[in-house]
């Protein structure tokens, strides 16, 4: 306890009564109307005026985006992806087999590119998938933007011409 009071005695009496000057100034600056030791300044005596910046540096904040978003104009549907269209393709060929119904090939051909398709129950074609293939016509699901819808492409006989 005694220890405690010696302690609490040194710090009272290391604490001088000194006022210390105003944060940003230093120690012997005096302020306009204030001579040493709250006096008032002699009447001819230069007193200082404290540091104070005339002018004023603007700076602007900048701001930089990175590049994390996607581009608005760009397709979401990727070319690839897209090919063969549905309108585009007709059905040429069909060999369906009635013991085995899921070893039916048929053939496809898209009428724009000249392109031609062999396919078989199961196959994927951009966004087609082959569900079923019949005596006369091919059964393919259409998925776009997450809804899937089934469209059957009909097998066209050969058309007389007319003169």
Same mark, same amino acid.
């Not at 978003?69 to 549905?86: A, C, E, H, K, T």
């Given at each position: 306890?005694?220890?405690?009071?010696?302690?609490?005695? $040194?710090?009272?009496?290391?604490?001088?009564?000194?006022?210390?000057?105003?944060?940003?100034?230093?120690?012997?600056?005096? +302020?306009?109307?204030?001579?040493?030791?709250?006096?008032?300044?002699?009447?001819?005596?230069?007193?200082?005026?404290?540091?104070?910046?005339?002018?004023?540096?603007?700076?602007?904040?900048?701001?930089?985006?990175?590049?994390?978003?996607?581009?608005?104009?760009?397709? +979401?549907?990727?070319?690839?992806?897209?090919?063969?269209?549905?309108?585009? $393709?007709?059905?040429?060929?069909?060999?369906?087999?009635?013991?085995?119904?899921?070893?039916?090939?048929?053939?496809?051909?898209?009428?724009?590119?000249?392109?031609?398709?062999?396919?078989?129950?199961?196959?994927?074609?951009?966004?087609?998938?082959?569900?079923?293939?019949?005596?006369?016509?091919?059964?393919?699901?259409?998925?776009?933007?997450?809804?899937?819808?089934?469209?059957?492409?009909?097998?066209?006989?050969?058309?007389?011409?007319?003169?």
């Amino acid at each position: 306890m005694a220890w405690l009071v010696a302690s609490v005695g $040194l710090g009272i009496v290391g604490c001088g009564g000194e006022e210390l000057p105003p944060p940003g100034m230093p120690s012997g600056e005096v +302020l306009a109307g204030e001579g040493p030791a709250g006096e008032a300044p002699a009447p001819g005596a230069a007193v200082q005026q404290p540091d104070i910046p005339s002018e004023t540096d603007l700076v602007r904040e900048v701001f930089v985006y990175g590049s994390s978003g996607r581009d608005p104009f760009i397709s +979401l549907l990727r070319s690839g992806d897209v090919r063969p269209l549905v309108e585009d $393709l007709r059905v040429t060929a069909i060999n369906y087999d009635p013991r085995y119904p899921g070893g039916s090939v048929a053939v496809l051909r898209d009428t724009t590119l000249g392109k031609r398709y062999t396919v078989r129950v199961g196959d994927e074609l951009g966004r087609l998938r082959v569900l079923a293939i019949h005596v006369n016509e091919v059964q393919v699901t259409i998925e776009e933007f997450g809804v899937e819808r089934q469209m059957s492409l009909r097998l066209r006989g050969r058309q007389e011409e007319t003169p």
